[in-house]
């Protein structure tokens, strides 16, 4: 990761974002903004507020409500040069860019063997927690990490979000840049000011540990953490990797910690079948089987549409910090 | 050589003698391309083609009001006669029906599903209408940039206009007044669905004023007409006065691809009964009669056009498939690590 | 005993209840259903019946008092329930059936004589095949390559599951004394010796004739162990040379007071300059080297077309690894001195210990010497190595009083030296005096002598 300073300034999620996408349109014009209600509104989290008065309409687009086009158009834009940094302003209305994302912008570059590429940024907030019911709660990483050609990252700390968003951006592929919207202002930290990246497809190990590895992101990493630091107190050594990049996914990171704990829990907030833990699963029985000492555990959200309105529906189904202990607790004595 | 005294005066639009027989080149090249694609493919030797019989004189009179090195054009399959005419060499037609290494996708793409960026061609998707958004983005990035010398084709069928982004893309186009031409290649045919099934409406210029932008209807049959019209719109388009919706009528004399049998949804009659709107003998005519080629002059371009296939073809034919390990390329920017 | 009873959840959201009224005071006796006392709580006023016949010995929660569900109201103590049985095991019951501790479902006590031998180094652990059947892929690795065998290893994880620690922890507790330990090569402890029950118990070869069903049932129930590839190849080779060589056996006592000194005036000069140990084995390998010289009929073997004479004197070393037993070889060892067989031996144990063993190694010997006095025992009838004249066993070092040459009693360190013969080959008089001869050659070692 370079950094341009060792100072540091304490950030939420949120303002990380704000301040990263500022500082891209400050800093390069092929750079812009489109979306629904990013311009007057400044975006329903106040993401971009100001920015259509620093930077001109023209690089805020305030778009019609119309999802597909959001990344058609950016699509475009990124073919002819330009860096658009496109918004679905909640993960649950990107459906109808299916066709975009997966049918052209992944395969931009590949159909047309290199003759054309799609730098492209799409930002969408999921993840659910804040009473947002069946549609604006949803995690889609599942839907698309499946997708050669298309990048996907979902960091939640604030030094992750900038470093990564900045990747994203520079990155010559379309990057999905998810969001937990419960972090955006629950989560603080400190961020190095200047501009760096991290490199997209690396993990990181924000605890180490020695008797059992958990791999997370979004904001079920939070909670592993303070389940971890519980388990320490009994005197178990738990080591939390945060995934941040779904797509490349780390396995390197992943491996290596399983080979020393030899044992695995995967945490993610989304449906458990067909998730990301699923292919987490089989990636390491197939090349770290004999260093196993327990079958991999997979501690993740129900197989049903979507989270309730209702407060009850909703902690059903977003599991809380002891369940992650008790899952840790469980491996650890396996 | 003179035209007889009582033909009426040609209305060129401004075309020089020399681009009206470059546009019958392009028409008669498409022909021999288009055909070759179909005899290919009866001859058991490619698996598939497409065919734009009819759409000559469209893609001879849009090809025309092309500016090549500034102007982008986001074509759809059925576009072989306009990608032909902005420059694309008709090698690259053949290796594009046969997939070998040397195509610029690298034989990873359908016959006629083409990508050049150096000419400003847009790579070209199976997916109906996906070129529209992509096109209003580039469009838009010409207006950022302010270059205003800068326009968009977008071409598509008549069965585009019914999907949600084509809407999209032209309601956003007209929002922003950007510089890109809607042209509908309007052949009354998505694959087997007439144009009735396709809309209530009769043209499909009555769009346009839905979502306030200009439509203009052209006979497609006619390069000269569809030229002037394409033209005018792209001289608006560069102007910053905003898009145009061009509808030019034509017919579609061959099935939908090769797979595709068209007696099952209509009659030989009805297509021989079309032929009168068959662009190209109508355009040999036209400038035999003003005097601009003679008969001599049209046999010798046919044949020298059929030679040049013919070698294209051979070379085409000759040239290797790509290596199996080229499926892995170009996934990601440099090398990629499938996660095996 | 006594039972704790605890305030019930009468309602699904019901969190406490309130003590309304005890029906019973403390010492009156409840019958098992008996209601004993009244609860209410904010749903439901109720009369809780009693869990257990007793006496209400304690009443926790008064009248009127509020407290959580699940937290205790009132003990009964348990009239006419018996107490629960208590688990005895004598040591004498311990090693008369060997058998029955072999088979125990659960894990043995560990062994309480404080030596640490081959079998029992984890307390006797045997694993029913219901653990091992559960082992899981890292087990199954380390075990193969620590050499562990799984049958013994004691499992501290989830219902006695071995986990991959425990198989590490289990490999470092390898034999680390200088001297290769072995097992006894029959599982048939001396009479005196309070050896600890060895586990897995076999029927003794001895007991058991050639190709018959042993003819007592086994004791039911019990649990199969199945048997590991070397299980398997030790009892078929065992089998073969107890029906090969008809076996006699002989013993000479043998003061080895001087040796000891001298070894123990040599030893640590010897480990730091050559860094192997220096134990009593390459003294006694060579004063045997020297007695087969003398008596080559011991070094040979029988056929039926003679009794061939080998050349060269190979002696195999009897080396126990957790429930594997093998031999390897000092080739020509009649070439080295008492450093050379002392650095010679070291480095065979070390790669025997560490599982990198060559098949050069382990074939070509000629006499085996087994040094069972490492596990304690003071005689041991060994069975011979395939193929071979006669095996001779290092019994324990004891001190003794003896009786000197003018009829005095002295205290003398005693070594008991046991020989199996293979009676087709010699008869008891060559065995004897090569016995004697060997006896002699210790008696003579002393410090000063060279290594």
Redesign the interface.
């Known amino acids: 990761m370079a950094v341009a300073s060792t100072e540091t300034t304490t950030l939420n999620n949120v303002e990380a974002v704000r301040q990263t996408l500022y500082e891209a349109l400050k800093s390069d014009p092929r750079t ?1 903004v489109l979306g629904e209600d990013v311009g007057a509104r400044g975006n329903v989290f106040l993401i971009t507020k100001g920015f259509i008065e620093e930077f001109g309409a ?2 805020v687009i305030d ?2 409500l ?1 999802e ?2 959001i ?12 860096r ?1 940094i496109a918004e679905i302003q909640f993960a649950d209305f990107i459906y ?1 860019a299916f ?2 994302i997966v ?2 912008a992944a ?11 799609c730098p492209l940024v799409i930002r969408t907030p999921y993840g659910g927690g804040i009473r947002g019911a069946l549609s604006h709660s949803v995690s889609i990483e599942a839907l698309f990490y499946h997708v ?2 298309l ?1 996907i990252v979902a960091p939640s700390f604030p030094a992750d979000i900038k470093g990564l968003l900045n990747a994203a951006i520079e ?3 379309p990057v999905l840049f998810l969001e937990h919207k419960k972090t955006y202002r629950s989560v603080k930290g400190e961020v190095p000011t200047g501009h760096y990246t991290i490199p997209i497809g690396k993990a990181d190990v924000k605890k180490a540990g020695t008797q059992l590895t958990v791999v997370s992101y979004g904001l079920y990493v939070h909670q592993a953490l303070d389940a971890a630091q519980q388990l320490e107190a009994e005197g178990h050594s738990v080591e939390v990797i945060d995934l941040r990049s779904i797509r ?2 780390d ?1 390197t990171t992943i491996l290596e910690s399983v080979r020393k704990t ?1 044992k695995l829990l995967i945490i993610h907030e989304d449906n458990k079948f067909g998730g990301i833990g699923a ?1 987490i699963s089989a ?1 390491v029985v197939e090349d770290a ?6 079958p991999i555990r997979r501690l993740c959200g129900p197989d049903v549409p979507a989270m309730g309105y209702a407060l009850t529906l909703e902690e059903e189904f977003m599991i809380p910090t002891s369940r992650m202990a008790e899952a840790m607790r469980d491996l650890v ?2 | 050589m003179a035209k007889a005294i009582d033909t009426p005066a040609l209305e060129r639009h401004g075309l020089s003698d020399e681009q009206l027989r470059a546009m019958l080149r392009n028409m008669i090249v498409q022909r021999t391309v288009d055909n070759r694609g179909f005899q290919l493919n009866r001859q058991g030797k490619i698996p598939f083609a497409t065919g734009s019989e009819g759409h000559e004189g469209i893609h001879a009179g849009a090809a025309q009001a092309f500016h090549r090195g500034k102007d ?1 054009l ?1 074509p759809y399959y059925r576009d072989i006669g306009l990608c032909l005419g902005i420059g694309m060499p008709p090698l690259d037609a053949l290796l594009s029906m046969f997939a070998r290494a040397a195509d ?3 034989g ?2 359908f016959p006629n ?1 083409y ?3 150096k000419l400003g061609m ?2 070209v ?1 199976s ?1 109906i209408a ?1 070129q ?13 940039r302010k270059e205003h010398d800068r326009a968009v084709l977008c071409t598509f069928g008549d069965g585009a206009t019914s999907e ?2 084509w809407h ?2 032209v ?2 186009a007209a ?1 922003h007044k950007l510089p890109v031409v809607f042209l509908c290649e309007n052949n009354e045919w998505a694959i087997s669905t007439p144009r009735e099934h396709q809309m209530a409406i009769k043209d499909i210029i009555a769009k346009a004023e839905g979502y306030g932008l200009p439509g203009v209807k052209v006979d497609g049959s006619d390069p000269i007409a569809v030229y002037a019209v394409v033209n005018a719109a792209l001289e608006r388009a560069r102007a910053g006065e905003g898009p145009t919706l061009v509808e030019a009528k034509c017919y579609r004399f061959l099935s939908h691809t090769t797979d595709d049998d068209d007696r099952t949804y209509r009659t030989r009659e009805e297509i021989e009964r079309h032929r009168y709107l068959d662009p190209v003998p109508r355009f040999e005519k036209l400038l035999l009669e003003q005097g601009i080629v003679s008969a001599d002059d049209i046999a010798a371009l046919k044949k020298e056009v059929l030679a040049e296939v013919n070698a294209v073809t051979d070379e085409a034919e000759a040239l290797p498939y790509p290596e199996p390990a080229e499926l892995y ?5 440099g090398t ?4 095996l | 005993m006594s039972t704790t009873i605890t305030m019930p959840q009468l309602g699904e959201t019901v969190t406490e209840g309130t003590v309304a009224q005890w029906l019973k005071k403390v010492g009156d006796s409840i019958e098992k259903y008996e209601s004993f006392v009244e609860v209410t709580t904010d749903k439901v006023n109720a009369e809780v019946p009693s869990p257990v016949s007793g006496v209400l010995t304690q009443i926790i929660a008064q009248e009127g008092e509020t407290v959580p569900t699940g937290a205790p109201i009132a003990v009964i103590e348990e009239v006419g329930a018996a107490p629960a049985p208590q688990p005895t095991t004598s040591p004498s019951e311990a090693l008369a059936a060997p058998l029955a501790a072999a088979v125990a479902p659960t894990p043995a006590p560990a062994s309480s004589n404080g030596h640490s031998n081959g079998a029992s180094r984890n307390g006797g652990v045997v694993n029913a095949p219901d653990i091992l059947r559960r082992v ?6 380390l075990a193969r390559e620590h050499q562990v065998d799984l049958v013994s290893v004691r499992g501290t ?2 219902n006695g ?1 071995i ?2 620690n425990d198989v590490l922890a289990s490999s470092s507790q390898g034999p680390s004394a200088a001297m290769a330990t072995s097992i006894l090569a029959a599982p048939q402890p001396a009479p005196a010796a309070p050896a600890a029950p060895v586990a897995p118990a076999a029927p003794s070869p001895a007991a058991a004739p050639a190709a018959h069903k042993p003819s007592y049932n086994a004791p039911v129930p019990g649990e199969t162990i199945p048997l590991t590839q070397a299980r398997k190849i030790i009892a078929q080779r065992m089998l073969e040379s107890k029906h090969t060589a008809p076996h006699a056996w002989t013993m000479v006592e043998v003061d080895v007071s001087g040796l000891w000194k001298w070894r123990n005036a040599e030893k640590e000069r010897f480990q730091r300059d050559r860094g192997y140990p220096l134990t009593l084995l390459p003294f006694f390998v060579y004063a045997a080297v020297q007695a087969l010289k003398a008596y080559p009929l011991m070094n040979a073997r029988f056929t039926d077309e003679g009794i061939l004479v080998h050349r060269d004197i190979n002696v195999g070393l009897a080396v126990a690894l957790d429930s594997n037993l093998i031999v390897p070889v000092i080739r020509d060892a009649a070439q080295y001195s008492i450093s050379g067989l002392a650095v010679a031996a070291g480095k065979l144990i070390e790669r025997a210990r560490s599982g990198k063993l060559g098949a050069d190694d382990l074939s070509g010997g000629t006499f085996t010497v087994n040094n069972t006095g490492a596990n304690g025992s003071i005689m041991s009838a060994p069975i011979i190595n395939g193929g071979q004249a006669g095996i001779v066993t290092m019994e324990a070092v004891v001190k003794r009083p003896i009786v000197t040459k003018d009829d005095a009693i002295a205290i003398r360190s005693i070594m008991n030296v046991c020989l199996s013969l293979d009676h087709r080959v010699v008869d008891g008089s060559i065995a004897s005096a090569f016995l004697v001869d060997l006896k002699k050659r210790l008696e003579a070692m002393a410090p000063g002598g060279t290594l």
């Open positions: 812009l023209e690089r778009t019609p119309a597909a086009s990344v058609g158009i950016a699509i475009g834009m990124a073919m002819e040069g330009l658009p109808p066709n975009q049918g052209e395969k931009t570059r590949y159909r047309s063997n290199g003759d054309y590429t050669p050609g990048k990155d010559p592929d490349p996914m396995r030899r292919e990636m089987f004999f260093d196993l000492d327990a004595a396996f | 982008v986001a610029i996708s690298g990873r793409q599903h990508t050049n960026k847009l790579s998707s997916i996906a529209c958004t992509h096109a209003v983005g580039v469009a838009y990035a010409f207006k950022l949600g982004e999209e893309s309601n956003f929002i390329a170009n996934v990601y920017e990629h690590e499938p996660w | 899981s892929p890292a087990v199954r690795r994880g989830q599951r986990t991959a």
